[in-house]
RNA sequence: GGAGACGUCGCAUAGUCAGGUCUAGUGCGCAUCCCUGCUAAGGAUGUGAGCCCGCAAGGGCUCCGUGGGUUCAAAUCCCACCGUCUCCGCCA
């Protein structure tokens, strides 16, 4: 959630944030007007609340004459107390239904408008020109079923559309990515994790994951858990609820989990091969840092990322999302899209965000500070790599004979392997 | 799955049976200061979080795993839930 005292302050820069959003200003003013009326009310009962304490206080030494009488008065302030208490509780109920209704305020540059409105900060990489190589595209699916990597059909047999088996070579290069990314986040000085996948009703909140995209999540009604669509939600839990000692610079994680999605409302949308399934995996970056260097930590993942797609030569582009497509908890996000020269288009492979101290607010995720004082904790998360990484990597080097080149850095991964060849 | 024990202000503990200066005691740790030529030892003071009022000084409220309830009054009594530990059973 965002922070009141920051909106008392300057009510100006959180409307302009709603409209860039394409959400609505008005509600800056009702919470305004909700923490006003809290505040009151709040005061009106502690008042009221003190005198009780003091007169129940006083009945254990009052002299057996006057007992009775104070024992009456007390009843009757008892009363009070309850219904004032009443009223106070129901305008924090109010002004926190508001607060978690609430966005975070887009960091200033963040472009306005919606999913299309993004702005390109940079192409780095060439497409191959495949059909000068004398190459006849195919689209990963069908290299991978050459390669015997994929199984599509069985996926669907055994879990249902979106399910997928990946066999053999697929399965081994599968590891080969996460193991290559999480063993180079290491060296970053970020400590890896093995997460959870199925987590509290008040964790998934807590992520603003429960908000717009609600159905996106996987519920298991019989357990009251939820499955994780990504180790981000297990990695903020992590430290819900804690005082951190961010003194000596940013607390770094590099999560593994499989990520579960229900993909509601994309029936029809990248139903062939495994670019949008249920289930896959990732190596997350997830970062607790103090809110001054929040900014640089970001572009430092966002630099991670660049290297990586480079390192494994696809050719990508980043983009600064804009506001309206932001997600509830993140204050800016940049996506890097690597080259998918099956359907000539650009598909997302990382995305990272900025979250200031959003989530961390509702999460209870706090630092002291040198000067021991504490102060709600900036989180930022990014991909590492995720299974989908495979699409990009099998349609960038395919061959004419339908085999593909392995990327350099994965090699050593695959027991030195420079080639997948084709299953005959 | 069965049986039992237990969740207290960084850590460790007292308090819970018999509700009322518990406005949560004590030890350790930590901070500042004092004393000692240095060291060791000692002494004093302070030391949880959140919120509200206030320019400030200061004052007030809430929190003893969480949420309800009983009561003038709850760490203490009642109920539910969550978690931890021990033993048994089962199991990758």
């Known amino acids: 959630m965002?922070?009141?005292?920051?909106?008392?302050?300057?009510?100006?820069?959180?409307?302009?944030?709603?409209?860039?959003?394409?959400?609505?200003?008005?509600?800056?003013?009702?919470?305004?007007?909700?923490d006003e009326r809290r505040r009151s009310l709040l005061s009106a009962?502690?008042?009221?609340?003190?005198?009780?304490?003091?007169?129940?206080?006083?009945?254990g030494k009052a002299a057996p004459s006057e007992r009775e009488a104070v024992l009456g008065r007390a009843k009757q302030l008892a009363e009070q107390v309850k219904d004032a208490e009443a009223q106070a509780d129901a305008a924090a109920e109010e002004l926190d239904r508001l607060l978690w209704a609430m966005p975070n305020i887009i960091v200033d540059g963040v472009p306005a408008g919606g999913e299309e409105d993004f702005v390109e900060l940079r192409q780095v990489g060439t497409p191959r020109d495949l059909a000068a190589e004398g190459i006849e595209v195919q689209d990963h699916l069908a290299i991978a079923e050459g390669l015997r990597a994929i199984d599509t059909e069985r996926g669907a047999k055994v879990g249902g559309s979106r399910f997928y088996f990946l066999t053999g070579i697929g399965s081994l290069l599968e590891m080969a990515l996460l193991q290559w990314t999480l063993n180079r986040l290491v060296d970053e000085g970020f400590t890896p994790m093995t997460t959870p996948t199925l987590v509290r009703p008040e964790i998934m909140a807590g992520t603003g994951f429960l908000g717009a995209h609600a159905d996106e999540v996987y519920r298991l009604a019989a357990d009251d858990l939820y499955l994780?669509?990504?180790?981000?939600?297990?990695?903020?839990?992590?430290?819900?609820?804690?005082?951190?000692?961010?003194?000596?610079?940013?607390?770094?994680?590099?999560?593994?989990?499989?990520?579960?999605?229900?993909?509601?409302?994309?029936?029809?949308?990248?139903?062939?091969?495994?670019?949008?399934t249920h289930q896959f995996h990732k190596v997350e970056m997830f970062v607790y840092a103090p809110i001054e260097e929040a900014e640089a930590e970001h572009e430092r993942m966002l630099a991670f990322e660049e290297a990586s797609l480079t390192a494994l030569g696809l050719p990508y582009r980043v983009i600064d999302v804009a506001a309206g497509d932001l997600g509830s908890s993140a204050a800016r996000k940049y996506d890097c899209e690597a080259w998918l020269p099956s359907q000539q288009r650009w598909l997302e492979l990382t995305s990272t965000s900025n979250c200031t101290t959003f989530q961390a607010r509702r999460l209870g995720i706090r630092e002291r500070t040198a000067d021991g004082r504490t102060r709600p904790a900036a989180t930022l998360n990014g991909t590492g790599v995720t299974t989908r990484w495979l699409v990009a990597l099998l349609e960038n080097h395919q061959q004419a004979d339908g085999s593909v080149v392995v990327p350099e850095p994965l090699r050593p991964y695959l027991g030195g392997r420079e080639l997948l060849e084709v299953v005959r």
């Open 228 to 276: 994780v669509g990504t180790s981000e939600v297990a990695l903020a839990g992590y430290h819900s609820n804690e005082i951190l000692d961010l003194t000596d610079g940013p607390v770094r994680y590099a999560g593994f989990s499989a990520c579960y999605r229900r993909e509601a409302g994309s029936h029809g949308k990248d139903v062939r091969g495994i670019i949008r």
């Open 2 to 34: 965002i922070d009141l005292k920051a909106l008392r302050d300057d009510p100006d820069t959180a409307r302009a944030s709603q409209v860039a959003r394409g959400a609505d200003p008005a509600l800056v003013d009702q919470l305004l007007a909700a």
């Open 45 to 59: 009962f502690e008042q009221q609340r003190a005198e009780q304490k003091e007169l129940s206080r006083s009945i």
